[in-house]
């Protein structure tokens, strides 16, 4: 995408891509705890997009996205090289709408993420494990099939799609003083910043980012996209960097980048499992972790936390 | 408690049960699941009483048979022997209320079911790991104190405290072809009979019960209460046996118990846990597990499903 291509998406996407994909998502709902509050110290609403089809927000902006295709296009189908959530989530929202969906994967990827992606319907394309070998099957396949790309993150369509979550936010708890997200690529936090800034203003929006991969930490310091090259963490869904799109809303709305370390990642799961009684993921429980560190910056604040997936290899549960 | 002493409780003790535990018990979500429908054949509807205060269903009779006591008794305090759910639960509802609890615990008992019963405020006393001791160092607490022992389930309060649970998914659900609960001692299924005789009485009322801890099936077969000694199972909450006022609604009200295998249950937790993101115990997942082994019974209809707790050792979860 050039810089020239840069649509940047308005509040009003947000409340179209929220009728659009009102169908093909669910309303998640919004859990509390009165043990989490009593340990915070603040008053903690969690957004549960664990209970979000395909098990992850992104069905939300892949939702927005293949829906927002015209006739034509959508008989070309959609292609994606994302072997996470991504590329489930644009799986599950290609079904829906009955179109095909290539996903290229590394041959080398797990074989329970192969099912995933092609157990919601796509078909799986296998490329080396190298980025340049992935680059050139992806692009084989676009041109071949004319199949729309559709980024993980760095598309007006999908945060706004991913906006969609803030504004159910909103709709049920009104204002609050600050809302927790993950910051990976910055999708969900993009979009939730697009969604806050215009409809709630007042609240401040932090990314909750693995020490191991704090790459939109220092790029927010530095007032420039910093971007790691591989780095190694077990919330595996925040490895990526941000783009030009997704820099545009941290940079200009994020109040905070938060860090928490491996472990610390690995015992707010554990906690959010044995008391709420709900799967996710580590790149979900960071969030919990870096308010549990920062207990002065929330204290008898209203917080929005958003557990942004659920999809955990329940057979290599980090803790055992 | 003797034959005489046998209050059946009424529908109108529900009511009144669902008054007096509001405050201090949650109306727990209902989910369902496309995936699980579609594998079923039936419309499963998930109540999710892992998500109940002290992470279990037995909050609710708990709290009814503390907030029942007059104040007079509410001083002496009230007394358990089972280190388990009930433990856990009356150790909560005694808190909300603000009166002491006593726990007697084998001095065997993992530390972790120790703590979990302390930390909700209740004061163990410990006994040697047999029948015997158990009974005599129970008989001297109460002797003691006057602390008025609240059994887990063959307990008129505690039942209707049960039965609040079905009347919550009748409001929301209206009337269902199927209900499955999990059979162990009878009380939430008790409860549920109690309930739905009233209000559903066309709406057929299934145990869940594993094969391994099978005395409910055999004793409704035979038409009397059989009592295995210790029957091994991974549904640890439903080892114990019917006893007379749970057997009074088992042998009235219920249609079939349907038995599941240990692999079973384990296989129906893991796909639980995987598929709709939370936790439940084992004793919660038979009763997928018996649906589906039972596709026929439940196909094309309206089931309720019960998930009765989500207090698993997270530690050791039975498919790693």
């Not at 947000?14 to 669910?26: C, G, T």
């Not at 095909?100 to 993420?113: G, I, L, Y």
């Not at 980024?151 to 809302?179: M, S, W």
């Not at 936390?305 to 659920?310: R, S, V, Y």
Request: hydrophobic content about 40%; some cysteine.
């Amino acid at each position: 995408m050039s810089k020239a291509d840069l649509y940047i998406p308005t509040y009003d996407d947000v409340v179209k891509a929220h009728e659009r994909i009102q169908p093909y998502v669910h309303k998640t709902p919004i859990l509390t705890s009165t043990y989490f509050n009593n340990l915070s110290g603040a008053e903690l609403f969690f957004k549960c997009e664990n209970f979000q089809k395909a098990g992850v927000f992104k069905a939300r902006g892949a939702s927005n996205a293949v829906f927002s295709l015209s006739d034509e296009q959508a008989k070309k189908g959609v292609a994606t090289h994302s072997s996470g959530n991504h590329g489930l989530s644009l799986s599950y929202a290609a079904g829906q709408r009955g179109i095909s969906a290539t996903v290229v994967m590394p041959r080398t990827a797990p074989q329970a993420k192969k099912d995933a992606v092609s157990g919601y319907g796509a078909k799986i394309v296998e490329c080396e494990p190298s980025t340049s070998s992935r680059e050139e099957v992806f692009a084989n396949v676009v041109a071949q099939s004319g199949a729309d790309f559709i980024h993980p993150y760095n598309d007006h369509r999908v945060i706004a799609g991913q906006g969609t979550c803030a504004k159910e936010i909103f709709e049920e708890l009104g204002e609050l003083d600050a809302l927790v997200a993950p910051i990976g690529g910055g999708g969900m936090i993009s979009g939730s910043c697009l969604t806050l800034s215009n409809i709630s203003p007042n609240t401040k929006i932090y990314g909750a980012e693995p020490k191991q991969a704090d790459d939109a930490y220092r790029s927010l310091k530095a007032g420039y996209i910093i971007a790691d090259d591989a780095p190694v963490t077990i919330a595996d869904g925040l490895k990526v960097p941000l783009k030009d799109l997704t820099w545009h809303f941290v940079s200009n709305f994020v109040s905070d980048i938060l860090l928490a370390s491996e472990q610390e990642i690995i015992d707010a799961m554990y906690l959010i499992w044995q008391r709420m009684k709900i799967v996710v993921e580590p790149s979900s429980a960071i969030t919990l972790a870096t308010i549990l560190k920062n207990k002065p910056l929330f204290a008898g604040k209203k917080v929005g936390i958003i557990l942004t997936g659920g999809n955990v290899d329940l057979k290599k549960v980090p803790w055992m």
